[in-house]
Nanobody, 121 residues
């Protein structure tokens, strides 16, 4: 089993910055991708950014140039550095990990519990 825990929730003013963290632990043979999603009460969960095992990154258009996704050397911790935050970035941010528990298993998705980000003056 794989556990995923996010941290870094906060209230920031427009134009401010915040960094979120995501830690994956448990029975992990390999993590293929780590991603961030976000959701508000009024919308469905939307994809924000992804980082592959090799380090290639992808971003949704609304956050390009403002958010940066990265992983640590052990590749079980992921970060989302958010800058120039806007009120429309307010949401619960979720970490998603596509991980294999053994060398022969397929990657399975694991979700964290979410962390609240509020951008308001």
């Amino acid at each position: 089993q794989v556990q995923v825990v996010e941290s870094g929730k906060g209230l920031v003013q427009p134009g401010g910055s915040l960094r979120l963290s995501c830690v994956a632990s448990g029975t992990i043979f390999r993590i293929d991708t780590m991603s961030w999603y976000r959701q508000t009460p009024e919308s469905e969960r939307e994809w924000v950014a992804t980082i592959e095992a090799g380090g290639t990154t992808y971003y949704a258009e609304p956050v390009k140039g403002r958010f940066s996704i990265s992983r640590d050397g052990a590749k079980t911790t992921m970060y989302l550095q958010m800058t120039n935050l806007k009120p429309e970035d307010t949401a619960v941010y979720y970490c998603n990990v596509a991980a294999r528990e053994t060398s022969s298993s397929r990657p399975m998705p694991y979700w964290g519990q979410g962390t609240q980000v509020t951008v308001s003056s």
